[in-house]
T-cell receptor, first 113, second 115 residues
Framework: GENVEQHPSTLSVQEGDSAVIKCTYSDSASNYFPWYKQELGKRPQLIIDIRSNVGEKKDQRIAVTLNKTAKHFSLHITETQPEDSAVYFCAAPSSGGSYIPTFGRGTSLIVHP | KAGVTQTPRYLIKTRGQQVTLSCSPISGHRSVSWYQQTPGQGLQFLFEYFSETQRNKGNFPGRFSGRQFSNSRSEMNVSTLELGDSALYLC??????????????FGPGTRLTVL
């Protein structure tokens, strides 16, 4: 099955700094990589995703990059704000034509005002 | 559109009991997936239902089962509860076309505590 490793587990930044979270995966057939944000006591919400046919995708202050050769993808948040404080999860699917997502263990991002 | 709803939101059970959790997807969504979230293991996929059939299954014991009704509502059942089953159980719905992935929308979760 798929194995997803996410780093760092905790990330503390000052407001306005950039934050980068990285995930590595093991299944070279994986082709869809979402990122979720989960605020304390709330449900996970998709913030950005990328498919294997592109190397980068941006949405305002958030971007995701994918390196299929190295089997890793990263979440980039620029100009961080206190409301970005949350736990972020990456996910990668298993192979075989179906989608069974394996999640990273999560990164707790703390943005200090 | 109303979001994904889950009932009950909180549940306390004792070891050996069984429990049924319910999930109502977004109108028009035909896929419902279930996840277990714990501090120790993180977010783990249980199973996915599409058009009343289990389409994908994670690596959980047979005590965990589910079903989906014709209106796409889904239930998850856990029998012979163990202390380790204490967790937040999340369901997520998506449009769910076959062999394709669509954005998943999560419900608020059911917090299950096993004493």
């Amino acid at each position: 099955g798929e194995n997803v490793e996410q780093h760092p587990s905790t990330l503390s930044v000052q407001e306005g700094d950039s934050a980068v979270i990285k995930c590595t995966y093991s299944d070279s057939a994986s082709n869809y990589f979402p990122w979720y944000k989960q605020e304390l006591g709330k449900r996970p919400q998709l913030i950005i995703d990328i498919r294997s046919n592109v190397g980068e995708k941006k949405d305002q202050r958030i971007a995701v990059t994918l390196n299929k050769t190295a089997k890793h993808f990263s979440l980039h948040i620029t100009e961080t704000q206190p409301e970005d404080s949350a736990v972020y999860f990456c996910a990668a699917p298993s192979s075989g034509g179906s989608y069974i997502p394996t999640f990273g263990r999560g990164t707790s991002l703390i943005v200090h005002p | 559109k109303a979001g994904v709803t889950q009932t009950p939101r909180y549940l306390i059970k004792t070891r050996g009991q069984q429990v049924t959790l319910s999930c109502s997807p977004i109108s028009g969504h035909r896929s419902v997936s279930w996840y277990q979230q714990t501090p120790g293991q993180g977010l783990q996929f249980l199973f996915e239902y599409f058009s009343e059939t289990q389409r994908n299954k994670g690596n959980f014991p047979g005590r965990f089962s589910g079903r989906q009704f014709s209106n796409s509502r889904s239930e998850m059942n856990v029998s012979t509860l163990e202390l380790g089953d204490s967790a937040l159980y999340l369901c997520a719905s998506s449009l769910g076309g076959p062999l394709a992935f669509n954005e998943q929308f999560f419900g608020p979760g059911t917090r299950l505590t096993v004493l």
